[in-house]
């Protein structure tokens, strides 16, 4: 038998569980969602043309831009002092951040809903020191939401930029400042330069993770602040829209794969070491 | 403008890690001076304490008029030639080049046109437009100089920028270094473990070992006169024979060879440095010859090896084993018994020392 | 003597640290106070909650259920991802890039679609057991990790040490198991350890296909919160941080933290 077949016999039973239990019955969903009446994509125009359905579009791509955002500017500088800190330190960092990204999402979503929440802990601090006299309903905003999901993926950008920065030698710094490069312009023109792909990286990520989640929008949005995750879970699960629950899957497949697209390009273009 | 460059008294630790002990250093204008040693010798922390990537314990590092000691890495106007090359991955040659010129404020058109004229004076005229991952590792070796000596720096520092070529480069790079360095007179101190790398381009170069310097003096004086035992071994005097002065004989002074067995040194090769003392010796130092002469060491031959030039022999001497060198015509067999006799222009005696 | 990063650079990283921190904090003391609402810092300590936790018969059965979904289904998916891996590692040329490509899919289609198609293909549409459904669902889930934490193992593997074995005699598939695996067990352990927490903590896959009767832990979690808001969840989250800690230290004895930076 040639290593090449062998190769191949090997892979087929992964290839097979992928392909079976995970091509198929997203194609199937796809299927779904081609229109019986009229046009094929009558179920997207629907999704289009209702103002309640793009609010829930507009309001994931928004809370998913601005963790993106937040989590880059975040994890960034964090993760600078992080690979820059001595090996003993450096693991305990390491450490600190690795914990709360194993820690379970409903976990970790219900730590935001002890502290948000209308008898929470903030608002009992802000009563005590007198800022506020009635609690405050800080949850099932879009706010919590966004608090929430920065929490979550603060550690992943925090993770995935350390790798980049070590990465980065440390002669490649030493050598711009003996070129006379202060701190500042070496990190512009020399760390910045060389982090772009580590950061799309994290960046997509972030946002294809954000965008797609379902546990903290549940419980930190609620019905009030409908996410594409919640809403596909809805359709699905409450109101037994297949259809629509199909139309809402596909978008999403297809944002995820149109940010992972064009951000793989972007990185492509950008990437400091082609010539 | 050309400076000199001085360190005294620097002592450096990492951690609680002494690496670099009350250290003197003077270069002088335009000189080239290399610091020479193994791994952990301490020469690239000075290199590196020069630079400003390290801070010093204690001690001052002056360029010229200038204090450097605490001034910031970026402000001590030093071209470094790394290692590992640290071109920016991320920029085409001409832009590495151009790096140094940006900072200084440089107009785009200014540096563009020194960055080009130094990448045709360093023979890469047309790989301007390259990157790094497009470069073989001599032409890298040839833009990091560029990007070095483009700035016009009052110091030169060169960190090991041959280790990562194969052999036959680094003969011709060590030459085109030594060339480019002396265009301009720059002033350059020159970090590196191979010996043959560093005496044949240094004015002046520095033996370290464990933080301090052995020995500093013109490669020729360091061949030949080596000033202890460390540097001694180092530049290859591999035979010591520990001996004692017991007499005058004439013209000679005559020793008793540990172990057993008289040797006359004759006063005008050799000055006793003490009572106690050692002939150290290459293996070309020792010449084999018949046993009736009574002016060497009595030896017993052992493993004969071809050298091209020569025989060597490894021999048993009453002071221990030593290698010695004979002439092709007459090979010798194993156990013969033989006189070795030092040749005083690859031989000297140093005082005795604590082990 | 070497330099210090800013200072206002490092206290923006403790204030980030703090904030991954704080709030996990606040949990343990949440689930230790003395009294039957959810509050900070905790008022009177017990450990009452604990005991509760083992007293709501949902939690005991779901938790099992979830022990149990995270081994079988990493199992499987490590006897599938295994092989595919060392093709992968072993026969370099043109393999990977199709497999890689392969192995992405789980990753591009987010797990909450894939979670509603195997509901309405496989649950629903086959008419698969509830159970059976899931253990598909969750070997999808970690099959990604158990290629990517085996392969990095396999990759730096030296091939010639398995050749060396068949040279003197060893029968390939029993070169595998004698030479190859032992040397990469550790990347199977990591691999193994962080599917594991992975798919003990998965919502988005579950919440579609736990059913009347079978649930996980954290779908059972999400359930009680809506109605309850005392300090048994607290407990609860307390005990999943001590599963954590013990995935972090398999992880560290293995393969090493780090290798969750690269």
Redesign the interface.
């Known amino acids: 038998m040639s ?2 077949l ?3 016999l ?2 087929i ?3 097979l ?3 079976v ?6 194609l ?2 796809f299927a ?1 969602t081609i229109g019986t009446d009229g046009s094929p994509l009558s179920n997207y125009s629907a999704y289009f043309e209702s103002r309640f359905r793009m609010t829930v579009l507009w309001r994931t791509m928004e809370v998913a831009l601005i963790t993106t955002l937040v989590s880059v500017a ?2 960034f ?2 993760a ?3 690979a ?1 800190s ?1 090996g003993r330190l450096k ?1 305990i ?16 979503s ?6 948000l ?1 209308r ?3 903030l608002n ?1 601090f802000l009563q005590k020191v007198g800022l506020t006299a009635e609690p405050l309903s800080m949850l099932y905003t879009q706010g919590s939401v966004i608090i929430a999901m920065i ?1 979550l993926f ?2 992943l950008m ?3 930029l ?2 980049v920065l ?1 990465g980065i ?1 440390e ?2 710094t ?10 500042a ?2 990190f512009r ?2 760390v910045l ?2 982090a772009v792909p580590g950061l799309i990286v994290g960046a997509v990520l972030v946002f ?1 993770g954000s ?5 903290t929008p ?2 930190l949005g609620g019905e009030r602040q409908m996410m594409m ?1 919640t809403f ?2 809805q359709r ?2 409450v109101t037994f829209d ?1 259809v629509g ?2 139309t809402i ?1 596909v978008i ?2 297809v944002v ?2 149109a940010t ?1 697209i064009a951000m793989s390009r972007l990185a492509r273009r950008m990437n ?4 | 403008m050309t400076v000199s460059l001085d360190l005294s008294d620097v002592t450096a630790h990492y951690g609680n890690t002494k690496v670099l002990e009350d250290l003197s250093l003077h270069v002088a204008e335009g000189e080239l001076v290399s610091l020479l040693g193994a791994s952990g010798c301490g020469k690239t922390t000075t290199l590196r304490l020069v630079a400003g990537f390290l801070e010093p314990t204690s001690g001052r590092i002056k360029l010229g008029e200038t204090d450097l000691t605490r001034l910031p890495a970026h402000s001590r106007d030093i071209g470094l030639v790394f290692q590992t090359y640290a071109l920016f991955p991320h920029l085409s040659v001409r832009d590495n080049v151009a790096f140094g010129l940006k900072q200084r404020g440089e107009g785009r058109a200014a540096r563009q046109r020194k960055a080009d004229e130094m990448i045709e004076r360093v023979g890469l005229a047309g790989f301007a437009d390259r990157f790094q991952a497009n470069l073989s590792g001599g032409q890298r070796q040839r833009v990091a100089l560029a990007r070095a000596l483009v700035i016009e720096p009052r110091l030169l520092m060169f960190d090991e920028p041959l280790s990562n070529l194969d052999a036959k480069l680094r003969v011709d790079m060590r030459v085109e270094i030594r060339r480019l360095q002396q265009i301009n007179g720059t002033t350059a101190l020159y970090v590196t473990h191979d010996q043959e790398e560093a005496f044949s381009i240094s004015d002046r170069v520095a033996i370290m070992n464990a933080g301090r310097i052995m020995q500093l003096d013109t490669p020729e004086v360091l061949y030949s006169r080596p000033a202890n035992l460390f540097v001694a071994d180092f530049v290859g005097f591999e035979n010591v024979i520990p001996m004692r002065a017991v007499a005058e004989a004439g013209d000679a002074v005559r020793a008793e060879i540990e172990g057993g067995g008289m040797i006359d040194l004759p006063k005008q090769h050799y000055t006793v440095p003490a009572q106690e003392f050692v002939l150290a010796s290459r293996p070309e130092g020792l010449l084999v010859d018949t046993a009736d002469r009574t002016d060497g060491l009595p030896a017993k031959l052992g493993l004969r090896t071809y050298l091209g030039r020569a025989y060597q022999y490894q021999c048993d001497t009453t002071a221990g084993p030593v290698k010695a060198n004979g002439p092709l015509g007459t090979p010798r067999e194993e156990g013969e018994i033989v006189t070795l006799i030092p040749q005083p222009e690859q031989c000297c005696l140093l005082p005795r020392e604590a082990k | 003597m070497q330099r210090r990063a800013h200072p206002a650079l490092i206290a923006f990283a403790v204030l980030t640290f703090l904030f991954l921190i704080g709030p996990l904090v606040i949990i343990v003391g949440a689930a230790l106070s003395d009294t039957s609402y959810l509050t900070f810092p905790p008022q009177g300590l017990t450990l009452h909650w604990f005991q509760n936790v083992f007293e709501i018969s949902a939690f005991k059965r779901t938790m099992i259920t979830s022990f149990q979904l995270a081994v079988g289904g990493t199992a499987l998916s490590m006897a599938i991802g295994i092989p595919a891996a060392y093709a992968m590692a072993r026969y370099r040329i043109e393999l990977p890039r199709f497999l890689g490509n392969v192995f992405v899919l789980p990753i591009l289609v987010p797990e909450i679609v894939l979670g509603f198609s195997l509901m309405k293909s496989v649950a629903v549409g086959s008419g698969v057991p509830i159970m059976g459904a899931l253990l598909l669902g969750h070997a999808l889930l970690v099959l990604p990790y158990c290629v990517r934490v085996v392969g990095a193992s396999l990759n730096s593997f030296d091939f010639s040490i398995e050749e060396a074995a068949v040279s003197l005699g060893c029968p390939r598939w029993k070169a595998f198991f004698t030479v190859v695996l032992p040397n990469v067990k550790p990347g199977i352990i990591a691999g193994f350890i962080l599917a594991f927490i992975t798919s003990l903590n998965d919502v988005s896959i579950s919440i579609f296909l736990t059913g009347p009767g079978v649930s996980t832990l954290p779908i059972q979690l999400l359930a009680h919160m809506e109605q309850f808001f005392d300090p048994t969840i607290a407990s609860v989250s307390v005990l999943l941080m001590f599963v954590t800690v013990a995935v972090m230290a398999i992880v560290e004895r293995t393969l090493g933290l780090t290798f969750l930076t690269k």
């Open positions: 290593p090449r062998q190769a191949w090997l892979a039973p992964a290839t569980l992928v392909a239990f995970l091509g198929l019955p997203v199937s969903t779904t975040v994890g500088p964090t600078w002092i992080v820059k001595p693991s960092l390491i450490i600190a951040a690795v914990f709360p990204l194993l820690t379970g999402v409903v976990v970790r219900f730590a935001w809903l002890v502290i929440g008898n929470g802990i009992e929490y603060v550690p925090i993770l995935t350390v790798g070590e030698p002669d490649l030493d050598a711009a400042a003996s070129l006379g490069a202060t701190p312009s070496t023109q020399v330069p060389m294809t965008f797609t989640s379902y546990a549940q419980l995750g596909l879970y699905a699960m297949w629950a199909s899957a999403m497949v995820t794969l992972v400091p070491v082609a010539g």
